[in-house]
C-alpha cells in the first residue's frame, strides 16, 4: 500500500541516509518540509517505527492509517491523565 510520509527537512537527512523502507523514495521537499512515499503493508511492526519518531514524522496517506495512529495517541493520552 502507498503510504506518504512528511517531515521537517532536518529530519529527512536523517530519513535519506537511514531510510524505513527500501521502497522510500523522496516525493517531493521544499527547504521547510520533505514528502517520502513507501509502498508497504502497513502492519502494527510499521507503526511501531512511525511512533519510534515522534513528532518529527507525520503519515499523510493513507487515510486509514493517519486515523489509527491519531487514535493510538489518544488512547496514550488518557493511560497518562
Request: net charge positive; with cysteine; charged share 30%.
Amino acid at each position: 500500500e502507498k503510504v506518504i510520509i512528511a517531515c521537517s527537512q532536518y529530519q529527512a537527512q536523517y530519513l535519506k541516509s537511514l531510510p524505513i523502507h527500501p521502497s522510500q523514495k523522496v516525493l517531493s521537499e521544499n527547504e521547510k518540509v520533505c514528502l517520502f512515499e513507501l509502498f508497504v503493508h502497513p502492519t502494527n511492526e510499521f507503526i511501531m517505527e512511525v511512533f519510534k519518531y515522534n513528532n518529527t514524522l507525520q503519515v499523510k496517506e493513507p487515510k486509514w492509517l493517519r486515523e489509527e495512529i491519531a487514535k493510538r495517541v489518544r488512547d496514550m493520552m488518557k493511560s497518562y491523565k
